[in-house]
C-alpha cells in the first residue's frame, strides 16, 4: 500500500535559521495536504498541493509538491517561536485513502 | 461555529469491553475519517466515509469498526478493545469532489487508555 516517508524527524533550528521538511510516497499522489500540530493540540491545514511541479507560499512557508506528484517540501524562512509544533504532510491517493508521514518536530532556539 | 466534535475526551476502560467514541461535524461534509496517533507514528487512518453508507478501510483498520447512517456522524466502535488500541484519536471532515478531498478539520481527539 501508499507509504509516506518524512523527515528529518526532529528539527532544532535556531530562531531566525531557515529550515526545510521533506515528504517522499512510494506511489503517485492525487494530491498532498501539510499539517501544523502543535503541542496538546489538533492538526490544523495549512495548504494543499494540486499540480505538478506546483509551489505555493503562506509569508515564511513555501510549499513545494514534486513534478512526479510523488514527493513535497515545506521550507521555512527566519524560523520563529510561533513555528513551534509538528509538521505533517499527508498524501492523498486515487482511492481516497490519506497517509500521513509521521511528522517533523520542531523546536525553536531563541 | 464549524466544527466537530468528539466524545467522550477521554477514556480509561478495560480489555473486552465494548466502547463507542462519537464524531460529529456540523459543515455538511461528505468526507469524513478516524485516525489514531501514536508517538513517532504520525497519524494512520483507521477508516474513512466517502457519504451516507459508504465506508473503507484506511491502513490500520483491525479492531475497529465505523458506521455512516446519517451525513454528520461517524461513530468509531471498539467491539473488544485491548491494550494496544491505547492512543490519541481524531475524527476529521472535509468537503469531496471529483478532484479528491479538501482541508480536513479535526476534532479535538479522545485520547484512550485500555489497561
Known amino acids: 500500500g501508499q507509504q509516506v516517508m518524512q523527515i528529518p524527524q526532529y528539527q532544532h533550528v535556531q530562531e531566525g535559521e531557515d529550515f526545510t521538511t521533506y515528504c517522499n510516497s512510494s506511489?503517485?499522489?492525487?494530491?498532498i495536504q501539510w499539517y501544523k500540530q502543535r503541542p496538546g493540540g489538533h492538526p490544523v491545514f495549512l495548504i494543499q498541493?494540486?499540480?505538478?511541479?506546483e509551489v505555493k507560499k503562506q509569508k515564511r512557508l513555501t510549499f513545494q509538491f514534486g513534478e512526479a506528484k510523488k514527493n513535497s517540501s515545506l521550507h521555512i524562512t527566519a524560523t520563529q517561536t510561533t513555528d513551534v509544533g509538528t509538521y505533517f504532510c499527508?498524501?492523498?491517493?486515487?482511492?481516497?485513502?490519506?497517509?500521513f508521514g509521521a511528522g517533523t518536530t520542531v523546536t525553536v532556539r531563541a | 461555529e464549524a466544527q466537530v466534535t468528539q466524545n467522550p475526551r477521554y477514556l480509561i476502560t478495560v480489555t473486552g469491553k465494548k466502547l463507542t467514541v462519537t464524531c460529529s461535524q456540523n459543515?455538511?461534509?461528505?468526507?469524513m475519517s478516524w485516525y489514531r496517533q501514536d508517538p513517532g507514528l504520525g497519524l494512520r487512518q483507521i477508516y474513512y466515509?466517502?457519504?451516507?453508507?459508504?465506508?473503507d478501510k484506511g491502513d490500520v483498520p483491525e479492531g475497529y469498526k465505523v458506521s455512516r447512517k446519517e451525513k454528520r456522524n461517524f461513530p468509531l466502535i471498539l467491539e473488544s478493545p485491548s491494550p494496544n488500541q491505547t492512543s490519541l484519536y481524531f475524527c476529521?471532515?472535509?468537503?469531496?469532489?471529483?478532484?479528491?478531498?479538501?482541508?480536513?478539520?479535526f476534532g479535538p481527539g479522545t485520547r484512550l487508555t485500555v489497561t
Open positions: 476529521a471532515s472535509s468537503q469531496a469532489g471529483t478532484g479528491g478531498i479538501y482541508e480536513q478539520y
Open positions: 506511489t503517485t499522489l492525487s494530491n
Open positions: 499527508a498524501g492523498l491517493s486515487n482511492d481516497y485513502k490519506l497517509s
Open positions: 466515509s466517502m457519504n451516507v453508507e459508504v465506508t
Open positions: 459543515m455538511n461534509h461528505e468526507y
Open positions: 498541493l494540486v499540480k505538478s511541479g
